[in-house]
């Protein structure tokens, strides 16, 4: 996969999301290479009931997915508490937002593990078929622990109103596949709260997947140059404002 350089003429969202991708390195990717023998089965259990939990019908969620959707939500709303120049006496709100982070992240864990079990599989016909399924799994869930990395480390600043559970269609008379797209599109409706951020997901390249792993490393806006930022920008407004310091670091 081409990744991003400075001296590419890209500047669309998804060009940028590029640029923001790194392959584990190779310790990474030996840390979740196994031998058969030893391999923690329980370990690919997990992985197996959270992918058939993700897929297995079009429509509806099973329950690590619902815990994703709840959880991810609760800590998007209460991510204030995050902040640097929060009081002391929250200690016992932010080690519950860690606690749910982590449930997340340990997921994700388990995710990247059954990705890079599925690579290895000896069955290659049985691997063919579930990959593309597991790679949009994988990719989706990375992308919301990265989020949740940069809320972790306070540089939320305007958080979101209670929204309620949106997903929860079981009070409804209408059949699911009416209201909504399964549970990777309620994923992406978590962190899709603009028609800009939307733009990430909905400009998809005709690119094969991939059999590298990748991360997505967290950024604070106030490591960001600004020049270097204004290549991607093709708004008047948008370059008007990365010229003003201000007003950059206020949006």
């Not at 959880?71 to 006496?89: R, S, T, V, Y």
Request: hydrophobic share 40%; with cysteine; net charge negative.
């Amino acid at each position: 996969m081409e990744i991003y350089s400075k001296d590419d003429e890209q500047g669309s969202p998804m060009e940028i999301y590029e640029a923001l991708k790194h392959p584990l390195t190779q310790e990474e990717q030996k840390s979740y290479i196994r031998d058969p023998v030893g391999a923690n089965f329980v370990d690919s259990k997990n992985a197996i009931k959270t992918f058939v939990e993700f897929y297995y019908l079009p429509f509806n969620i099973g329950e690590n997915g619902l815990k994703v959707l709840k959880d991810f939500q609760w800590l998007h709303e209460h991510a204030n508490i995050m902040g640097k120049n929060m009081p002391f006496e929250n200690a016992e709100a932010k080690s519950e937002w860690k606690k749910r982070k982590e449930w997340i992240s340990n997921l994700v864990h388990i995710i990247t593990q059954f990705y890079v079990d599925l690579i290895e599989a000896p069955n290659r016909s049985l691997a063919q078929e579930l990959f593309p399924f597991v790679y949009e799994m994988h990719s989706i869930m990375s992308v919301l622990k990265a989020v949740l990395e940069w809320m972790e480390d306070g540089c939320l600043r305007k958080i979101p109103e209670e929204q309620g559970d949106w997903w929860d269609i079981s009070h409804l008379q209408e059949e699911p596949w009416s209201l909504g797209g399964g549970l990777l599109p309620d994923l992406q409706k978590l962190i899709v709260k603009t028609p800009e951020v939307a733009d990430f997901f909905s400009l998809k390249y005709a690119t094969l997947p991939t059999a590298a792993c990748f991360t997505l490393e967290t950024v604070n806006i106030e490591e960001i140059n600004r020049l270097d930022l204004y290549e991607h920008f093709t708004v008047e407004g948008e370059k008007t404002l990365c010229n003003n310091d201000k007003d950059f670091y206020n949006q």
